[in-house]
């Protein structure tokens, strides 16, 4: 099913054992309007880093003992408890600030039911479509203050969550195949649908953020569009050499 699951078990295990981290000796200072703008923002993505995973690891074992891939429902336990990780990480840095933690987010929620209604492959399409935007949101965080300890939390977040991407994108590829094509086209379709609404609340919710990251609707729904296009969508068959023309 997932020939490099032992590779990403690796990946995981290690990261588990060497958990990340971030400097104390970095400046930690908001201005004014820095606070402003990321302090509900921050604190909504918060909320959503630190969901337990349960009905996803709970539909992992059953299908990685369907397909007798025992990797497979490992990775993901350990990829939740990173996620787990990211909330402490981005918790600390609140606290730090005194910017007041959320207890519920409507988007959050959202997002939270929709993994609940199907199997594993429905609840991992939901998941990656999150991280995706998410990794758009947190390079525009950074890029919205100067304040070095946040510059470096989303830089560590980002690096972390394109491992999960790239991990997440190889599996949904490999359930893919066993897909008829017919049925395949329709849930790509439905799934970028789905990515897309889900990118436009994003920046609703965040737009703060983002204005201040440069990012119109239209540019960061494009960010995110190509950020989905480089890991979901199939690679284009390069023409066979005696086609091209000089």
């Not at 690891?57 to 350990?78: G, M, N």
């Not at 730090?96 to 492959?121: C, D, H, N």
Request: some cysteine; charged content about 25%.
């Amino acid at each position: 099913m997932l020939k490099t699951a032992r590779i990403w078990l690796n990946h995981f295990e290690y990261h588990a054992e060497h958990p990340r981290s971030i400097r104390e000796d970095l400046s930690n200072v908001l201005t004014g309007a820095e606070r402003r703008a990321i302090s509900r923002s921050i604190a909504t993505f918060q909320l959503g880093e630190q969901s337990e995973g349960r009905t996803l690891l709970a539909l992992s074992r059953r299908y990685a003992a369907r397909l007798d891939c025992a990797p497979l429902a490992r990775i993901t336990e350990l990829l939740i408890h990173e996620e787990a990780r990211h909330a402490e990480l981005l918790g600390a840095f609140m606290d730090s600030q005194a910017i007041p933690r959320k207890r519920r987010s409507a988007t959050e929620l959202v997002f939270r039911l929709l993994r609940r209604l199907a199997g594993f492959q429905h609840a991992l399409s939901v998941l990656i479509a999150a991280e995706l935007i998410g990794n758009v949101y947190y390079r525009a965080l950074e890029a919205a203050t100067r304040c070095e300890r946040l510059r470096m939390l989303c830089r560590t977040l980002v690096a972390d969550e394109l491992a999960h991407i790239g991990f997440e994108s190889e599996l949904l590829f490999a359930m893919r195949e066993r897909r008829a094509p017919f049925a395949l086209a329709i849930q790509r379709r439905a799934h970028l649908a789905f990515f897309v609404a889900a990118a436009f609340v994003v920046w609703h919710t965040h737009r703060a953020v983002l204005r201040r990251a440069g990012y119109g609707l239209r540019s960061f729904l494009g960010a995110c569009r190509s950020q989905y296009a480089f890991y979901l969508e199939p690679p284009r068959t390069a023409p066979e050499l005696g086609t091209l023309r000089p």
